[in-house]
């Protein structure tokens, strides 16, 4: 997806409006307020509207208050879901075995629109809440330049002496900025259509357990119920379109199936992961249903998609899932195996029946009008379509250089044993 293209913006106008990415908790309460009182700028809080749960006339009453002189809510569910979660899952994206990406393909989408607002605004700053440690820094403004290179961008956490949660919360208590974090509870939530991420706090030390009371979407996997549950999902190149014989648009798709997959405590990964900027850092994540529409979408691939088209397809997932962790998403290289990706999904189209129980999710079942699996080649019953004997040219075809080098090595031991024979000999002589 190529980003909208803007017009620069005059430096007469540069500093008099700031577009701040605003989630109305603590690190952006705090940064609204001191851009203010820094900049001495008009401060116009942006927020996306990503599912994140929250009341968001509470979010805007609360950022007025904090002193923003315009809120701007838009909601981009289903833009989410369509144009970048469906795009990284056709990719099979998942960053280093675990991650399924949900804060990461997030970000740019939300830059996206942050910069629209800039443009409409006649803003010449955008601001972020994002931490100098963090990878979401350089997503955000990967993001910012790509679509208007002459931006000014602010990142209050690589300018200010505030230098954690605890002179934030002591911060905000100055300024009367009520904010749900506490250092009791010090951990960080990023919530969206797609997961929940937890960070920080008591999930700093790698070996803590993370609290039970602490997860949202799901429940343990051993308060799930005793009786496994069987659902359907439809998918159509490479998109799925319906849960159970029920058509829903993308983002009701994936509430449905959050909601399936937490009552089966489903999508719970514990990770320390590699971030960007060179550390690494521990993140607890839920996504049910993005859980179960991987293992889905793997499934029906299976049984359409040609196999070395699939085995080039899967050598590209590392990078791919890389450049959505970085924060490339507006990239000519994501552009180009965007393109491939959707290729490659051309055929991808039937159904796969998965088994959730206790945290599982297993495919039990996958059909296609579009299969490339027949049963008349694979069955070990007798056959009229496949000559077995066909396969023993097939085998020493393609065992002739694993034989040549085996009879190379054969020569090469003959050898050695013939100089030690001959070394011998002429001891026996002397």
Not at 68 to 80: G, M, P, Q, T, Y
Not at 247 to 267: Q, Y
Not at 332 to 361: F, H
Request: a positive charge; charged letters at 30%; glycine letters at 8%.
């Amino acid at each position: 997806m190529r980003p909208l293209a803007m017009g620069p913006i005059s430096r007469a106008e540069e500093m008099n409006k700031i577009v701040l990415a605003y989630s109305g908790g603590l690190d952006t309460s705090v940064i609204l307020r001191w851009l203010i009182e820094t900049y001495r700028a008009e401060v116009i809080a942006f927020c996306a509207d990503l599912g994140q749960g929250e009341e968001l006339d509470l979010v805007r009453e609360k950022a007025l208050k904090t002193g923003a002189s315009k809120v701007c809510i838009k909601d981009l569910r289903e833009e989410f879901v369509r144009d970048f979660v469906f795009p990284c899952l056709k990719a099979n994206a998942v960053y280093e075995g675990r991650y399924l990406l949900g804060t990461s393909m997030a970000r740019p989408l939300i830059a996206k629109h942050q910069m629209l607002v800039a443009k409409k605004e006649r803003a010449g700053a955008v601001a972020h809440g994002a931490t100098g440690k963090g990878n979401d820094q350089v997503r955000f403004e990967l993001s910012y330049y790509a679509i208007d290179p002459r931006i000014r961008v602010i990142a209050p956490w690589r300018e200010w002496r505030l230098r954690s949660r605890s002179d934030l919360i002591a911060y905000a208590k100055q300024h009367r900025i009520p904010v749900p974090t506490t250092k009791a509870r010090p951990y960080s939530i990023d919530r969206n259509l797609f997961h929940i991420s937890f960070e920080g706090g008591v999930l700093e030390d790698p070996w803590q357990e993370p609290p039970e009371e602490m997860f949202v979407l799901s429940v343990s996997p051993e308060k799930a119920p005793d009786r496994p549950a069987y659902h359907e999902i439809e998918f159509r190149d490479g998109v799925p379109i319906a849960v159970d014989g029920k058509r829903l648009s993308p983002a009701r798709l994936v509430e449905r199936l959050n909601r399936i997959g937490g009552e089966h405590g489903v999508g719970r990964v514990d990770v320390v992961e590699n971030r960007y900027v060179g550390m690494k850092s521990r993140g607890v994540y839920e996504t049910p249903g993005g859980t179960i529409l991987h293992a889905a979408h793997r499934a029906v691939e299976s049984i359409t998609m040609d196999r070395e088209v699939m085995h080039l397809r899967d050598s590209l997932i590392p990078r791919f899932s890389e450049l959505v962790y970085y924060g490339y998403w507006f990239s000519p290289e994501m552009e180009l195996l965007q393109r491939t990706i959707d290729e490659s999904q051309r055929w991808v189209t039937g159904t796969a029946r998965v088994k959730l129980y206790k945290g599982n999710c297993e495919v039990v079942g996958r059909r296609s009008g579009a299969s490339l699996y027949d049963p008349a080649f694979a069955t070990f019953e007798r056959d009229e379509v496949y000559r077995q004997k066909d396969a023993e040219g097939f085998i020493r075809l393609n065992a002739l250089r694993l034989r040549i080098r085996a009879l190379r090595r054969e020569r090469e031991v003959r050898g050695a044993r013939s100089e030690v024979r001959g070394t011998k000999g002429k001891r026996a002589k002397r």
